[in-house]
Every structure is written in structure tokens, then in C-alpha cells.
């Protein structure tokens, strides 16, 4: 069974701040997918990045950067420099290569305080 | 072009009716997916359909169907409502199955609320 922890429920920040949101996942298979989505008060889930278990190059777009560690299971994301525009809830998912489903973790909540 | 749309945006029903969630992919995907937030709680996955066929099925009880047609619209039904079937109910759309470098983009929600 697939299984996704974002031990954060909640962070405050001061705006400017650099800020990690931590997630590790649990999974059998050796091709996965992770993702990163942010999700406003409006409700939608927006996609954010989407990295692949064959490909543990780190990435960065902008403010955003995200750390890809296969030895400890973990997918951190990055946020420098926060701003107020940034609160919102985010989630981290995994999904398997068969493509059928999205395995959420519980969200962190980030308030960044201007 | 237009991103996923659901509809109604919110949904107030009393205990034990019926009440149907609709959901129009991005032009182009064939695959779409349903998934209820619970306030406070990530996203689970209640189904998957794939060219109007049924892909993939979670942990929900038979008062939850769903069903997709030709143009790849989706509903998805509950019947039978219970006061814990109040939730964020997300529709995402994508390409296809099994393909490595697409991503699921959600829509908007039926916000769903059982009284």
C-alpha cells in the first residue's frame, strides 16, 4: 500500500522567510511519480511540480525548489523568500506507474504573516 | 482553453437523498478521476474512468457511483446520504493511464454539505 506523510499540519512564517515543507512516502514500487500541490482558499488544487522516481535531480522554478531523496523517501519543497500570496494549504501525493491514483498526504497548512 | 469545470459549486441535501456531481474534462483528456476532501484531510480517491470505463476504485461503499460519457464527461452519484458524506468533492483530468509524463488538474469542487 502507498502511504504519503507531511508530519507539518501547519507553519507560520514572517513574510520574506525561507520556509520547508517536509513529505516522505511509503511505496512497493520501483517506478512512482511525486507531486506537489497548492490549494487556495478557493478550493481548486493547483499542480506544482511533478518529479519521477528514475530522476532524483533536484529542482528549482523561481522561489520554488524541491529535494528529491530516494535513500530517505522524501520529496521536501522549498519556498524562498515567502510571500503573503504564498498561504494556502499544500499537498504532496504519490502515484503509482500504473497511473490509476493519487495517494494524498494531509496537507500543510503555511499562513505567511506580512 | 478551459480548465476541468464541476458543477453545481455547492450542494446543500438533507440525509438519505440522492445528489449527482458533474464534471467536464480538458479538451483532449480522456481519463478522469474523482476525489472527496473531508475538511481538514488530503484528498482520497473514490474513482477512476478511463474511456467511459470504470479504471480504478477506492475505499467507498456501493452508495457511490460514477459513470463517464462519450465527450468524457463524468457524474458521479451518491445515494443515500449520510451527514459524513459532507466533504469537497474534486474532479481532476488527464491525458490518459499509465503515461509518465502527464500530471491530473483538478478543478474547482462541489462543495457538498449533508444536514
Known amino acids: 500500500a502507498q502511504k504519503v506523510t507531511q508530519a507539518q499540519t501547519e507553519i507560520s512564517v514572517v513574510e520574506k522567510e525561507d520556509v520547508t515543507l517536509d513529505c516522505v512516502y511509503e511505496?512497493?514500487?520501483?517506478?512512482?511519480?511525486l507531486f506537489w500541490y497548492k490549494q487556495p482558499p478557493s478550493g481548486e488544487l493547483v499542480f506544482l511540480i511533478r518529479r519521477n522516481s528514475f530522476d532524483e535531480q533536484n529542482e528549482i522554478s523561481g522561489r520554488y525548489s524541491w529535494n528529491f531523496q530516494k535513500s530517505t523517501s522524501s520529496f521536501n519543497f522549498t519556498i524562498t523568500a515567502s510571500q503573503v500570496v504564498d498561504s494556502a494549504v499544500y499537498f504532496c501525493?504519490?502515484?503509482?506507474?500504473?497511473?490509476?491514483?493519487?495517494?494524498f498526504g494531509g496537507g500543510t497548512r503555511l499562513m505567511v504573516k506580512p | 482553453d478551459a480548465g476541468v469545470t464541476q458543477s453545481p459549486t455547492h450542494l446543500i441535501k438533507t440525509r438519505g437523498q440522492h445528489v449527482t456531481l458533474r464534471c467536464s474534462p480538458i479538451?483532449?483528456?480522456?481519463?478522469v478521476s474523482w476525489y472527496q476532501q473531508v475538511l481538514g484531510q488530503g484528498p482520497q480517491f473514490i474513482f477512476q474512468y478511463y474511456e467511459k470505463e470504470e479504471r480504478g476504485r477506492g475505499n467507498f461503499p456501493d452508495r457511490f457511483s460514477a459513470r463517464q460519457f462519450p465527450n468524457y464527461s463524468s457524474e458521479l452519484n451518491v445515494n443515500a446520504l449520510l451527514l459524513g458524506d459532507s466533504a469537497l468533492y474534486l474532479c481532476a483530468s488527464s491525458l490518459g493511464l499509465g503515461m509518465a509524463n502527464t500530471e491530473a488538474f483538478f478543478g474547482q469542487g462541489t462543495r457538498l454539505t449533508v444536514v
Open positions: 511505496t512497493r514500487d520501483t517506478t512512482y511519480y
Open positions: 501525493a504519490l502515484r503509482d506507474n500504473a497511473g490509476n491514483m493519487l495517494t
Open positions: 479538451s483532449g483528456h480522456k481519463s
